[in-house]
């Protein structure tokens, strides 16, 4: 493995340990943030909470694993021979993506039935797209494993994007023009960001992966990222479950 | 022992993390859940959330000695000589397979006295199954002791088996017909997941059990197993409750 420079090293570091406080912070604001919604909104914004929670539990041992993984001593950094857990990554998501399109879904409060056969397809595809993309993942240098999984996991990763525009587009259309746009923000937010995770995938294809600056690249690409889909998504959700609040207090 | 492979090793590493993530997540969701369904579901639901904190707990100590009981250096895996405490599962489920039971009962909201006895009955039932199958588990190698406490320990399973369909069913028959359904796949659920514990129990008696393949799927199964026990289970047990609370709502 080419070694990383002292100052990649601790952009990495610093970029995790900016994670664990974001997502710490986020969870504590989107749970108090469930005193001020409406009741119909409190299972949305518990599940905005847990997703961030996750993601500072994950957070916190992707950041032992990477100060496990170097030594910095006097300026130079060499490897421990024990290797960084990418996979807790997959972990993570294998959880949150699923929960971060069920909070789209609640948010919007659609009739019992429908709430319930989204959730199923769009989390089940999502949970489907995450444990395709993980025997890829973990078949460090064997290209075609990684390209057949990669490929497979990008079923699911389309069929989502394309039922946030088609169908969910729809009964974002029927939501309470007040919040419409909010809703739209949330959704585009969710597949920009999301874009940044095949990319990243696909990259060792195109540029050698190992060197320390890719490394540097793609962990801080992450986290800004996931903070993205994750923590900003979140507020763009509060702010969805309080204008609705407000909306349909007004009426009743 | 035969040794594992680094993708087995991670594998199990990384489903236990999951373990612990999912518990912890569920946890959290079952207790802020309390605040939404009626008074008489808040202690159903205190539980639910207590089989998964324990769980959450039992979970980070199997992680812990997981890491502890093999090294990886540079992608081989070798054992240290300290032995992976598969005992942490029977002192989980001592605690959370009678609690799991108690909690069907306290949702289905049935007469003061019929709980009290349906929890004694079941809840004693489970405590016995779990005592009766830790000798077994235990004294590794010596297949009669195995067999002997695998057998007796197989009576009170399926007494409680068998008391979900016939008792318990027809306690179900009476709950009202909006929660009916859900309450049966709840029992459903129970079942399923719960046959995997003895298939595994008596799996060395057909298989050699020390291959880094059996290993992997054993620990795996029990994740999967344990997560549908516990926290799907309590989604559902969480869903029967707050349907409760909106129809006798109406009634009161």
């Given amino acids: 493995m080419e070694s990383l420079t002292a100052g990649q090293f601790a952009l990495v570091y610093n970029a ?58 006097n300026g130079v950094v060499t490897a421990t021979g024990i290797e960084f ?31 319930v056969s989204r959730s199923l397809k769009l989390g089940g595809a999502a949970a489907l797209m995450i444990l395709l993309g993980y025997p890829g993942e973990v078949s460090a240098g064997i290209d075609s494993t990684r390209l057949l999984f990669g490929a497979l996991s990008m079923i699911p990763f389309l069929y989502i994007v394309y039922s946030l525009y088609s169908s969910l587009g729809e009964a974002i259309a029927r939501q309470h023009e007040s919040v419409r746009s909010l809703i739209r923000l949330a959704r585009n937010l969710t597949v920009v960001a999301w874009f940044f995770y095949p990319v990243v995938y696909f990259l060792p294809f195109v540029i050698r992966m190992n060197g320390g600056t890719a490394i540097a690249v793609i962990e801080v690409g992450y986290t800004i990222a996931d903070i993205t889909a994750k923590a900003v998504f979140g507020l763009v959700i509060f702010a969805i479950a309080v204008r609705k609040s407000e909306v349909e207090g007004l009426k009743a």
Same sequence: chains 1, 2.
């Fill in 16 to 73: 995790f340990s900016f994670g664990i406080a974001t997502f710490g912070a986020a969870t504590l604001f989107f749970w108090f943030g469930r005193s001020q919604v409406s009741h119909h909104y409190k299972t949305a914004m518990t599940i905005t909470g847990l997703v961030t929670f996750i993601a500072f539990y994950h957070y916190w041992r992707i950041f032992s694993s990477w100060g496990e993984t170097y030594e910095v001593a």
């Fill in 85 to 115: 857990n990418r996979a807790y990554r997959y972990v993570d998501w294998l959880l949150t993506v699923p929960l971060l399109l069920i909070e789209l879904i609640l948010v919007m409060r659609l009739s019992q039935a429908e709430t």
